[in-house]
């Protein structure tokens, strides 16, 4: 009985089936990668100061928040454990 291959493709050649991506070739550089860097970041839209400032203190904030409920939760837990395993505070 003779074993016969599942696909009849090549190897080498890059597989065109169902969910591959094309692979662009780019002969370009370092030259060529940093011009386009430079024009995507020529398209960014970047947030006014006043913007960045709330929203760093939103961030601050929420992080402040979940400290705290953390902090609570585990003191909580502690006390309720220590409660059923040791009978006492």
């Excluded at 430079?38 to 947030?47: A, F, I, L, N, Y």
């Amino acid at each position: 009985m003779a074993l016969t291959s599942m696909s009849n493709t090549n190897q080498d050649e890059p597989s065109k089936g169902r969910g591959s991506l094309p692979i662009p070739k780019s002969k370009r550089g370092m030259k060529g990668f940093f011009s386009e860097v430079q024009r995507e970041m020529k398209k960014v839209s970047w947030p006014t100061r006043a913007e960045t400032n709330r929203l760093t203190f939103v961030v601050l904030s929420v992080c402040a928040g979940l400290v705290v409920l953390f902090t609570s939760m585990s003191f909580l837990f502690d006390n309720v454990v220590n409660l059923l395993t040791k009978g006492k505070l």
